[in-house]
């Protein structure tokens, strides 16, 4: 598809540079020339350095619970808690999610068995998950989709009702509470993502967070090969270690978590304002007293009164330089190898399937401005007020 013949302005893209979704947000960045100076200086990168205790503890703090164990990515992570948490045979967990998620089961030769989610929240449904339990079934592993708390309480009466493990996906989550208290003290672990394209990041890196002491002091041996000291290996492990540079720049963020917050909710209180009214284009909302981070501007793209399918006001987007995402498409059992192994998996997923082909994120973070935000809203609106004409060009392109 030639996105650039598309453009509404005769050819012409309305931004002269890509706007992306997930441009990273920096800190202050003389602080962090200056940590790494003295990272430089002190020639200690990793395993263990003082800028990932340092980070470790900050972490651990700002979430209020006991142990942080800072990992070079959030699969990493998320393989590492899995693993130390013996899971086995199959574990409930949502389609609509990132690929991580369900890669990070199997990876370990757990079957990931997908549940629906609930169409009003975009969370695994917690009706749907006691339909799922078998007797092969150790956990259910929720995800915090787009920063938004899943049900954690009925997922957790649930756990407790049919004896599994409780595992939760965090990866949107840092910054976010669900009833008072932040993400991160929940089940019996959490896992967040500090990657480049998170609203809060370590360039590559993650976390397993617990209120749980033996689980904590496995993960960290599972996290460095097992060693115990030098020379004694007790346990089998990986490589999960965050380096000292990513500590760095977690430390260098964190100081600017707030502001970076406040940013963020700007602009998607921006872009409620200017999207309200549009037909078909719904803005998914952050409601309520909970904290949220914002960091994603999600639109559910109505069809039939829009006009124009969601693929399509992401192509006209595309052409105008705005790179808007449809992430998790086609929804992890419409990938591989989950296709294969399960390939009519999606006939008990139809919200997935609906969220999946309708769902559109929208550039946001400090990289971009209000202004920016005025105009992306209305080439939207003249997207859909021209969405006979633009369905005709996109019907003639292919
Ligand atoms: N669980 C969930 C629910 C997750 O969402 C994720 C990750 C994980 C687990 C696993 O955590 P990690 O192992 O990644 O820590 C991105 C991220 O790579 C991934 O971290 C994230 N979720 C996922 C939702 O999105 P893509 O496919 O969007 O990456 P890419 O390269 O297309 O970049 C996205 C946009 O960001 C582009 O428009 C370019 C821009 N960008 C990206 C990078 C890396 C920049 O401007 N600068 C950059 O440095 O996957």
């Given at each position: 598809?030639?996105y650039?013949?598309?453009?509404?302005?005769s050819?012409?893209?309305?931004?002269?540079?890509?706007?992306?979704?997930?441009?990273?947000?920096?800190?202050?960045r003389?602080?962090?020339?200056?940590?790494?100076?003295?990272?430089?200086?002190?020639?200690?990168?990793?395993?263990d350095?003082?800028?990932?205790k340092?980070?470790?503890?900050?972490?651990?703090?700002?979430?209020?619970?006991?142990?942080?164990?800072?990992?070079?990515?959030?699969?990493?992570?998320?393989?590492?808690?899995?693993?130390a948490?013996?899971?086995?045979?199959?574990?409930?967990?949502?389609?609509?999610?990132?690929?991580?998620?369900?890669h990070?089961?199997?990876?370990?030769?757990?079957?990931?068995?997908?549940?629906d989610?609930d169409?009003?929240?975009?969370?695994?449904?917690?009706?749907?998950?006691e339909?799922?339990?078998?007797?092969?079934?150790?956990?259910?592993?929720?995800?915090?989709?787009?920063?938004?708390?899943?049900?954690?309480?009925?997922?957790?009466?649930?756990?407790?009702k049919?004896?599994?493990?409780?595992?939760?996906?965090a990866?949107?989550?840092?910054?976010?509470?669900?009833?008072?208290?932040?993400?991160?003290?929940?089940?019996?672990?959490?896992?967040?993502?500090?990657?480049?394209t998170?609203?809060f990041?370590?360039?590559?890196?993650?976390?397993?967070?617990?209120?749980?002491?033996?689980?904590?002091?496995?993960?960290?041996?599972?996290?460095?090969?097992?060693?115990?000291g030098?020379?004694?290996?007790?346990?089998?492990?990986?490589?999960?270690?965050?380096?000292?540079a990513?500590?760095?720049?977690?430390?260098?963020?964190?100081?600017?978590?707030?502001?970076?917050?406040?940013i963020?909710q700007?602009?998607?209180?921006?872009?409620?304002?200017h999207?309200?009214?549009?037909?078909?284009?719904?803005?998914?909302?952050?409601?309520?007293?909970?904290?949220?981070?914002?960091?994603?501007?999600?639109?559910?793209?109505?069809?039939?009164?829009?006009?124009?399918?969601?693929?399509?006001?992401?192509?006209?987007?595309?052409?105008e330089?705005?790179?808007?995402?449809?992430?998790?498409?086609?929804?992890?059992?419409?990938?591989?190898?989950?296709k294969?192994?399960?390939?009519?998996a999606?006939?008990?997923?139809?919200?997935?399937?609906?969220?999946a082909?309708?769902?559109?994120?929208?550039?946001?973070?400090?990289?971009v401005?209000?202004?920016?935000?005025?105009?992306i809203c209305?080439?939207?609106?003249?997207?859909?007020?021209?969405?006979?004409?633009i369905?005709?060009?996109?019907?003639n392109?292919?």
């Open positions: 598809m030639k650039k013949d598309l453009s509404i302005f050819g012409n893209p309305a931004f002269s540079s890509m706007l992306h979704v997930g441009h990273p947000n920096i800190g202050n003389q602080r962090f020339l200056e940590l790494m100076n003295d990272m430089l200086d002190r020639r200690w990168f990793s395993n350095g003082p800028y990932v340092e980070f470790e503890k900050k972490i651990a703090e700002y979430l209020g619970v006991k142990h942080c164990i800072a990992m070079c990515n959030g699969t990493i992570a998320l393989e590492i808690v899995i693993r948490l013996e899971l086995k045979g199959e574990v409930i967990v949502p389609s609509f999610t990132f690929i991580a998620t369900a990070a089961l199997q990876w370990q030769e757990i079957t990931p068995v997908f549940c989610i169409p009003g929240t975009h969370h695994i449904d917690p009706k749907m998950v339909k799922m339990i078998t007797p092969r079934t150790t956990g259910i592993l929720g995800v915090h989709i787009w920063g938004r708390p899943c049900d954690v309480e009925a997922l957790s009466d649930l756990a407790q049919h004896k599994l493990k409780l595992l939760f996906d990866a949107h989550a840092f910054g976010c509470s669900y009833n008072g208290r932040m993400i991160g003290n929940f089940g019996s672990a959490e896992v967040f993502s500090f990657h480049a998170k609203f990041n370590t360039m590559e890196g993650g976390a397993v967070v617990t209120n749980d002491d033996d689980l904590a002091r496995k993960m960290r041996l599972m996290k460095n090969f097992g060693f115990a030098y020379d004694n290996v007790i346990y089998i492990g990986t490589n999960g270690k965050m380096n000292e990513s500590a760095a720049m977690g430390l260098t963020n964190i100081e600017s978590i707030e502001e970076i917050i406040t963020n700007r602009n998607y209180e921006c872009y409620r304002k999207l309200t009214g549009i037909p078909g284009i719904n803005l998914l909302r952050y409601a309520g007293r909970e904290k949220h981070n914002y960091q994603y501007i999600t639109i559910e793209i109505d069809e039939a009164e829009a006009g124009l399918s969601r693929d399509g006001l992401q192509q006209v987007l595309w052409a330089n705005i790179l808007a995402r449809r992430y998790f498409y086609p929804g992890c059992h419409g990938m591989e190898p989950y294969s192994f399960f390939p009519h999606g006939m008990l997923l139809p919200e997935t399937e609906s969220k082909s309708s769902t559109l994120c929208l550039p946001t973070g400090t990289a401005g209000t202004n920016e935000i005025s105009v209305e080439i939207i609106k003249l997207i859909i007020d021209n969405a006979d004409l369905r005709e060009r996109i019907r392109q292919e």
